[in-house]
């Protein structure tokens, strides 16, 4: 099994970047191809606007609990879906709150 853990900050910040970047071209960014994640045949593929509860998954829609939203030149994603939507159960989620760190088991 392979073993990610991503601070939720750090990981906030970095697309934080990918979305002020874009931000001067439109006032609502759409992120395209955000998160791509297996072999190239088999492929999942997640889109998420800023604002919209409605995310992409290899282009089916699906309905988020919150939208992602920008707050602080920080942007936040709901963290849980995007790992189930690239395979990992909620059984191989954890948060660790001393460290504020998602550990995702794939």
Do not use: H
Request: charged share 15%; no cysteine.
């Amino acid at each position: 099994m392979k073993k990610l853990a991503i601070s939720i900050i750090v990981f906030g910040m970095l697309l934080g970047m990918l979305f002020s970047l874009s931000a001067a071209a439109t006032s609502l960014p759409t992120i395209k191809d955000l998160i791509t994640y297996g072999e190239t045949s088999a492929q999942t593929t997640v889109k998420l606007t800023i604002g919209s509860t409605t995310a992409y998954i290899n282009g089916e829609a699906k309905i988020l609990d919150a939208a992602p939203i920008n707050r602080n030149n920080r942007t936040m994603l709901p963290v849980r879906f995007l790992a189930n939507a690239l395979g990992v159960s909620n059984d191989n989620i954890a948060w660790d709150a001393a460290t504020n760190t998602a550990t995702l088991v794939k």
